[in-house]
């Protein structure tokens, strides 16, 4: 099976050695998104709400170049600065992810950046 790279300027770019994702047969793995503003690569918002928000922007623009939407996520893995910011996080989440796709939500010392959350996911394209 052909492995084809994903990538939109919707996004942000990839800082670093990767893609922004990769689709294997159906499947499309997304690299962690964090709260960047796809044109100037600023972080965007200072609490975890406001950065919640964008990395789910960030997110969907990634679903939308592949033709799919929130709704054909399998999988988010979550990576949050602060365990102490989980629930506020989740009230942003819950907003987006309503079909409510398995999940992992872990603390991390440090995020790039110095960002507050990153959000990663896998969907299904058919």
């Known amino acids: 099976m052909e492995i084809i790279k ?11 050695p990767y893609s922004q994702g990769m689709i294997y047969g159906d499947i499309l793995f997304a690299s962690g998104q964090i709260p960047a503003d796809p044109v100037t690569g ?4 200072t609490t975890i709400e406001e950065q ?15 033709g799919i939407g929130f709704d054909r996520v399998i999988k ?4 949050l600065a602060d365990m102490a910011d989980f629930a506020a996080f989740n009230a942003v989440y819950a ?14 010392k440090a ?9 990663e996911v896998i ?3 058919k």
């Open 123 to 125: 969907a299904g394209l």
């Open 6 to 16: 994903v990538s939109t300027d919707k996004a942000p770019a990839a800082i670093g």
């Open 95 to 108: 907003e987006a992810f309503v079909s409510k796709p398995a999940r992992s939500c872990v603390a991390a």
């Open 111 to 119: 995020l790039p950046k110095g960002v507050l959350c990153e959000i």
């Open 42 to 45: 600023e972080i965007v918002g």
């Open 76 to 79: 988010t893995t979550c990576f």
């Open 52 to 66: 919640a928000a964008q990395s789910i922007k960030n997110v969907g623009a990634i679903l939308e170049a592949n």
